[in-house]
């Protein structure tokens, strides 16, 4: 058995001997986690607060030290640091933002100042990429709700909303089911390969069933998703869909301890890393 099961638990200090595999719970460039702890947010939701340290991309390369003005070539210094709170795709049900220090610069000859570059943050949104990648690919889905975005990302319906203007401002004429399905009914298979999927299941009460999804942990894209009108178990449905050679590719899945169907993944593919964590 190659499964590890792996208890997030309060205070979780992150060191060098586990940085590589707890290197999976971020998959955000650039940013190397130091510590995971379990929290409450403003709204009481406990969440999982992932710190961090954010190596800046616009550093010089050849000193960690060292900025350079995008403006004038010349070096600047920090003016300002600030926190910066990101959410991001859920681990084991629960939320899940992650934090780090930004940097402010300002230049020493011509004075402007700018930010660090954070490569994994959504544009307008204090969210991830990689969440802004799974609502809008939940969003093709007509059987989702605003409401039921909302609460399977801890999102405002209004945040939902506005990446759904998005959404339309990019695929004016082109219904977005369609980036999924062929004629509206069958999934397409993913044109690449994925190292990292996330594997959740959620009750819909409309819906009235448990729905699985297979989310690209390194982008936030949903791969598949349990609408099944075959009716055989979601897991062998998702198998089927993305084939043996897309299986031979996969390196890790990153899944909750709730979910039984994870036996069947483990013997069939009995090389893979599958970590389980425990809330």
Known sequence: MTKHITSLSLDTKINDADIVKHRILSALRNFYVDSISLEDDKKGNC????????????????????????????????????????????????????????????????SETESGEVDFKANGYRITKHLYNYIFDLLA??????????????????????????????????????????????????????????????????????????????????????FDTEKIPEIDGFLSFVGEDWMKHLKNVIVDDTIKSIDALDSRYPDLDIHVYKS
């Open 47 to 110: 969440i999982y607060k992932v710190r961090g340290e954010l190596k800046d991309s616009s550093e010089d390369v050849n000193d960690s030290c060292v900025h350079i003005c995008n403006k004038c070539g010349n070096r600047t210094h920090i003016n300002n640091k600030y926190t910066v709170n990101l959410k991001h795709l859920r681990i084991t049900g629960k939320y899940t933002c992650i934090s780090f220090i930004r940097k402010q610069y300002r230049c020493i000859s011509c």
């Open 141 to 226: 889905f007509k059987q989702f709700t605003y409401r039921d975005v909302s609460v399977l990302t801890g999102l405002g319906q209004n945040t939902i909303k506005s990446i759904y203007s998005d959404r339309e401002q990019k695929y004016p004429k082109l219904p977005l089911h369609n980036h999924y399905m062929h004629n509206d009914e069958v999934l397409k298979k993913p044109k690449k390969y994925s190292d990292n999927i996330l594997i959740y299941e959620d009750f819909f009460a409309h819906l009235n069933e448990n729905v699985l999804q297979v989310v690209d942990f390194d982008t936030g894209h949903l791969i598949w998703i349990g």
